[in-house]
């Protein structure tokens, strides 16, 4: 039975694989040319874009589920038995009142989600296609059923691709599986030879090429991909929550409890003074609705997408948002040099001939001299076009910058030859070089190439070709003088490729041995513009620079000294092999002293990390590779070059536009002002709600009427939730927090610091609220010019709060009043929203106000503004008794001479 039901697998397999293969030949696709333009309009009309569209949730839908809030509903009852009672004033009311809250809530989730979603376009896929017989680049999304894509090391698939061809291809599948273990590909195999398993001639969208090239034929697109299909069942899910926002969810938890406590404290007294208990519930609802932070989470959210959006102008796009939170945390900066520290922008300098005692080196940069090849120097040439997986595109090449910078010098001088590629084994980061095997147009008998770092070129090599020549026994001599020659050049910070060939079939074993070296190439990249003062920069507020590369001692640490990340020549370094030697011994602690690490692998990466990790360090890692993914993945944040590979980027938190290091300079100081900005907010909304409870809670235990009525309480919770709250998210980043040291991660958002300066501005604004409320009282009674007069105090001792909220420690002198506009249009809506409900008829029916003089304005200002000057008199350490008495005095003064 399980031999008839391997034979109907099987069998099942080769049907689908023959329909696969059919499809092919009904695309019309040319698999050397690939797809036109008029085959490409033509489907993307039938197919339609590449792209998995979301299905998120209407706006009814959500607008519906914030009138499930607990509290809405109780106020919605409480409207409900107002109009049973006969009292169509206050049920009107409670009416507008949760109107106006919903709407509020609606529009700050709804711009919220928005800038979530903005979030998800800010790093476009790219795909490589043949079309027209040309390779180019265009957007994932446009890639149609039927073309030809070419996948390299570290490429994201772009779709369902059927192979076609394949050069060692592995496949990191774990999007689709789950399972980290690569996933060897082969092409798909003719109709008489098709005996394996679909799925390992596809390569599937999202996945990504872990090692190895290929060329395929599109298949499928968008939701009929694998991964749409898996997109499609997922209807709704979850956005995972940052640390940040997980901690306001459990502060905003806990400032509930305590509030509600409160509430229920007040209701009980005022009931028990005698006070009808229904109009007490209706407070304790209003009052609950504004002084619960439900604002907390939804602010958080909006200042942390906005702070992302900002930073994406200044060319940091951050693709996971706890990496915000990371960055004023971070106190080591592990950086790789090519593509980081330099311009990735490799060229070709110094051809290098062995000789007898020496090595003669060709200057072949100049532009306008006429440079003389020998035959050695042409076979060079030869090997680093053999060598090589750039492509044309038009004027310009395709690929990595050393192969792309000896194509060039190739073509440059004129060494071009035809091949036919019979084998080739690609270059890793464990085994540093990479082998072609070919066959010359012309010849008949293959030659193999070898290109890669000088220590593993050098040790396949038994044999050398002297002079261009002839070829001779590779001695200790030549080795030696071939050595002092590349450490030479390295220390003068170029970056050497070694060479070697062989006219012998040696790949029956699988490796390329017994080789005859040919020559070098000396390469240069130099530093980037304006690196050097960011090191200087990120070492002035405490982050500490390592370099991290693959490249030899030498160049490296060239770089290393130019930039000032390596003091000194006597600064400690270390290599690959020193790093085991510590692992083996137990001396990780050495690490954190370390400047420079060279001749890195992958695995040697992630042990640096790591070790930093656990001795306490906040590590930020930088890379552009295939072979940086692992460390980018298990830093702290991994922050990937725009121009680096697909794997690099998805293995990141955060991508560089611009490719330059000056970018996360500035991504650190925007990460310190978002978090400072969320601090400001709570300290805002805190000391809002203790100011609001305390005025309440005292007059009802004094047994005096409450001070505002549920409309005005609502009012209030919209100023402390809206605008001028969320305004604070946008303030700009002073120079006094960037220049801040690293803060720790484990430092919470609500210190003591943050808890002290809330409660004296909410006992400011209580105090002064509730002897303008004790001053309004006639014979026990408030009246409605009374409460309007209170209503008038609290709203505009909130909103110089908001202002003296900007920052925590600095003046508002020092920051600026004008350099948050956004701040200035958010208060001023707010005052003359305020002056509205005073002084317009329909919202005076709403809100239970009256008409006040101007007199009374100016006063009330005065006495409102003195929250500012206790809070800037905190911040300049002045004493107090000299700014605020001024305010009071003035106030006192006033009502007791009329």
């Keep these: 039975v399980r031999q008839q039901l391997q034979i109907v697998t099987r069998n099942l397999f080769n049907i689908i694989l023959e329909a696969w293969l059919n499809m092919v030949v009904n695309m019309e696709t040319d698999l050397d040319c ?16 590449n792209k998995i569209e979301s299905t998120p949730e209407s706006l009814v839908s959500k607008w519906i589920s914030l009138f499930m809030d ?38 700050q989730e709804y711009r919220s989600q928005k800038s979530l979603d903005a979030l998800n376009n800010l790093v476009p896929h790219q795909a490589c296609c043949v079309r027209n017989g040309r390779s180019v680049e265009i957007p994932a999304e446009l890639v149609v059923p039927g073309d030809v894509v070419v996948l390299s090391l570290g490429a994201r698939v772009p779709a369902d691709v059927l192979l076609i061809e394949t050069v060692d291809l592995e496949m990191d599948e774990s999007l689709l599986t789950g399972e980290s273990k690569s996933v060897e590909k082969c092409r798909a195999p003719l109709p008489e030879r098709r005996q394996t398993e679909m799925d390992k001639h596809q390569a599937f969208m999202g996945t ?195 192969e792309k910078a000896l194509a060039v010098v190739a073509d440059k001088l004129g060494v071009k030859q035809q091949s036919q590629r019979i084998h080739e084994m690609p270059f890793s980061s464990e085994s540093k070089y990479m082998g072609v095997q070919a066959i010359p147009e012309g010849k008949s008998k293959p030659i193999s190439y070898v290109k890669g770092s000088i220590d593993q070129v050098l040790n396949r090599c038994n044999r050398i070709l002297a002079f261009g020549q002839t070829v001779n026994e590779f001695t200790d001599s030549y080795r030696k003088h071939i050595l002092h020659e590349a450490n030479t050049l390295g220390e003068k910070g170029y970056r050497i490729i070694a060479f070697a060939q062989s006219y012998n079939q040696i790949l029956e074993t699988g490796f390329y041995d017994n080789l005859t070296f040919i020559g070098l190439v000396a390469l240069s990249d130099p530093p980037r513009q304006g690196v050097k003062q960011t090191i200087e920069a990120l070492k002035e507020i405490g982050v500490r620079p390592v370099m991290i590369t693959g490249d030899s001692c030498g160049t490296a640490k060239a770089i290393g000294l130019e930039l000032g990340i390596v003091p000194s020549e006597d600064s400690v370094v270390m290599s690959g092999i020193d790093v085991d030697s510590c692992v083996n011994q137990g001396r990780l602690f050495e690490f954190s002293r370390v400047a420079l ?3 890195m692998s992958p695995a040697h990466k992630r042990i640096v990390v790591n070790s930093l990790k656990e001795d306490g360090q906040v590590v930020a890692m930088t890379g552009d590779g295939v072979n940086d993914a692992p460390a980018l993945k298990l830093a702290d944040i991994g922050i990937a070059m725009n121009s680096g590979t697909d794997v690099c980027k998805e293995s990141s938190d955060m991508v560089l536009v611009n490719n330059d290091l000056s970018t996360i300079l500035a991504a650190i100081s925007e990460g310190k002002g978002i978090f400072f900005n969320i601090r400001n907010f709570l300290k805002f909304q805190l000391s809002t709600s203790f100011a609001a409870l305390s005025l309440v809670a005292t007059s009802t235990i004094f047994g005096f009427p409450p001070p505002l009525n549920a409309m005005q309480i609502l009012w209030i919770n919209i100023i402390m939730d809206g605008p001028p709250a969320q305004s604070l998210g946008v303030e700009p980043v002073t120079k006094d927090i960037s ?58 001792f909130d909103l110089f709060n908001a202002l003296t909220s900007r920052s925590q420690n600095l003046s508002i002198l020092r920051i600026g009043l004008f350099s948050n506009v956004v701040f200035l249009f958010a208060i001023g809506s707010s005052f003359v929203l305020q002056l509205a409900v005073i002084y317009f008829a329909p919202l005076q029916q709403i809100f239970r106000t009256e008409s006040l003089t101007v007199l009374d304005i100016v006063w009330i200002i005065c006495l409102s503004s003195s929250v500012l000057w206790v809070d800037e008199a905190r911040k300049v350490r002045i004493c107090l008794i000299f700014i605020c008495v001024p305010s009071f005095f003035l106030y006192f003064v006033k009502y007791n001479t009329t």
Aim: glycine share 8%; net charge neutral.
């Design 597 to 599: 690490f060279y001749r």
């Design 70 to 107: 607990p509290m809405i509903l109780l106020l919605i009852v409480s409207a409900i038995i107002s109009c049973l009672v006969g009292e169509w004033d206050d049920a009107f009311s409670i009416i507008m009142a949760v109107l106006i809250v919903v709407v509020v809530a609606f529009l």
């Design 739 to 796: 220049c801040k040291p690293p803060r720790s991660k484990s430092e919470p958002v609500a210190n003591s610091a943050v808890m002290q300066n809330a409660i004296l501005s909410g006992l400011v604004i209580f105090a002064g609220t509730f002897l303008t409320y004790y001053y309004q009282l006639e014979n026990q009674e408030i009246f409605t010019r009374g409460r309007t007069v209170t209503f008038t105090t609290f709203v505009f």
């Design 208 to 402: 990504l090429v872990a090692g190895g090239s290929a060329r395929g034929i599109v298949m499928k697109t968008a939701k009929d991909t694998e991964f749409g299909k898996i997109a499609s069942q997922i209807t709704s899910h979850e956005k995972k929550r940052t640390p940040l926002q997980l901690a306001m969810d459990d502060l905003g938890h806990r400032l509930s409890l305590g509030a509600m406590a409160l509430i229920a404290m007040i209701v009980f007294i005022g009931w028990m003074h005698g006070m009808d208990l229904f109009y007490m519930f209706k407070l304790g609802l209003t009052l609950a609705v504004a002084a619960i932070p439900e604002g907390l989470p939804i602010c958080t959210t909006i200042t942390l997408a906005l702070g992302v959006i900002r930073m994406a102008k200044k060319h940091a796009i951050v693709r996971n948002l706890p990496a915000v939170e990371v960055l004023g945390c971070t106190t080591t900066l592990c950086l790789d040099k090519t593509g980081t520290l330099t311009e990735n922008n490799m060229t070709a300098r110094l051809l290098l001939l062995p000789l007898e005692d020496a090595v003669q080196a060709l200057d072949i940069s100049a532009e306008s001299e006429v440079i003389s090849l020998k035959q050695g120097h042409k076979q060079i040439l030869l090997a680093g076009t053999a060598c090589n997986n750039c492509i044309l595109n038009g004027d310009h090449y395709i690929g990595s910058s050393t």
């Design 34 to 49: 690939g797809l036109d333009e008029a085959a490409v309009i033509q489907k993307r009309k039938i197919f339609g874009l």
